[in-house]
């Protein structure tokens, strides 16, 4: 079974730095797009930065400048480094990523278990 895991969240004060990870596990054929995505308390879910696989990034407004989306393919992670991070990045952030399994069936989407990013003012 296919999975992603996420590492990294945790608490910082406002201005501070965080690097998440998501590494892909299990029988995996290839991996297409990898994305994060976050969600605070009463919001609904949404995009926070997407990488294809050819290195096409996409981020949203809120984060451009301070957040970058890399991935190593190699290892079949993906990263998110947050800068100057503001109380309103506090969320639970999700990796997402388009993956083919090795049994080589349709490619579907998955969802890690999220990790909690709390950013104190």
């Known amino acids: 079974q296919v999975q992603l895991v996420e590492s990294g969240g945790g608490l910082v004060q406002t201005g501070g730095s965080l690097r998440l990870s998501c590494a892909a596990s299990?029988?995996?054929?290839?991996?297409?797009?990898m994305a994060w995505y976050r969600q605070a308390p009463g919001k609904q879910r949404e995009l926070v930065a997407a990488?294809?696989?050819?290195?096409?990034?996409n981020y949203a407004d809120s984060v451009k400048g301070r957040f970058t989306i890399s991935r190593d393919n190699a290892k079949n992670t993906v990263y998110l480094q947050m800068n100057s991070l503001k109380p309103e990045d506090t969320a639970i952030y999700y990796c997402?990523?388009?993956?083919?399994?090795?049994?080589?069936?349709?490619?579907?989407?998955?969802w890690g278990q999220g990790t909690q990013v709390t950013v104190s003012s």
């Open positions: 299990g029988s995996i054929f290839s991996i297409n797009d």
């Open positions: 997402n990523a388009n993956i083919q399994p090795g049994e080589l069936g349709w490619s579907s989407y998955y």
């Open positions: 990488i294809s696989s050819g290195g096409r990034l």
